[in-house]
Nanobody, 122 residues
Framework: QVQLVESGGGLVQTGGSLRLSCIVS????????MAWFRQAPGKERDFVAG????????NIADAVKGRFTISRDNAKNTVYLQMNSLKPEDTAVYYC???????????????WGQGTQVTVSS
């Protein structure tokens, strides 16, 4: 069984930065990927960034490219989302996800964290 615990959300002004963390416990697949999704009220859950755990290959959504980066720390079993130059439209609940492949579709991920709120004030 896999458990994901996110942290690091909060309230920040436009242009500010936040770093989200997701600690992974357990393992379901021999190779796997971790991803961050976000969901604003009344909207679908969107892919933000993902990383293949073993290779470190990352994929960043166009909407956040150049502002957000994803990384992982193998020793700490933790994946990070560094968010810089935040905008009000980045406001959402951010979810960490675990799956067997790095894809942008939420339904492909088998395990999810509880979500952490990010609010960017204008």
């Amino acid at each position: 069984q896999v458990q994901l615990v996110e942290s690091g959300g909060g309230l920040v002004q436009t242009g500010g930065s936040l770093r989200l963390s997701c600690i992974v416990s357990g393992r379901a697949f021999s190779t796997y990927a971790m991803a961050w999704f976000r969901q604003a009220p009344g909207k679908e859950r969107d892919f933000v960034a993902g990383i293949r755990w073993r290779s470190g290959l990352a994929n960043i959504a166009d909407a956040v490219k150049g502002r957000f980066t994803i990384s992982r720390d193998n020793a700490k079993n933790t994946v990070y989302l560094q968010m810089n130059s935040l905008k009000p439209e980045d406001t959402a609940v951010y979810y960490c996800a675990y799956g067997s492949n790095l894809v942008v579709v939420p339904s492909a991920y088998d395990y999810w964290g509880q979500g952490t709120q990010v609010t960017v004030s204008s």
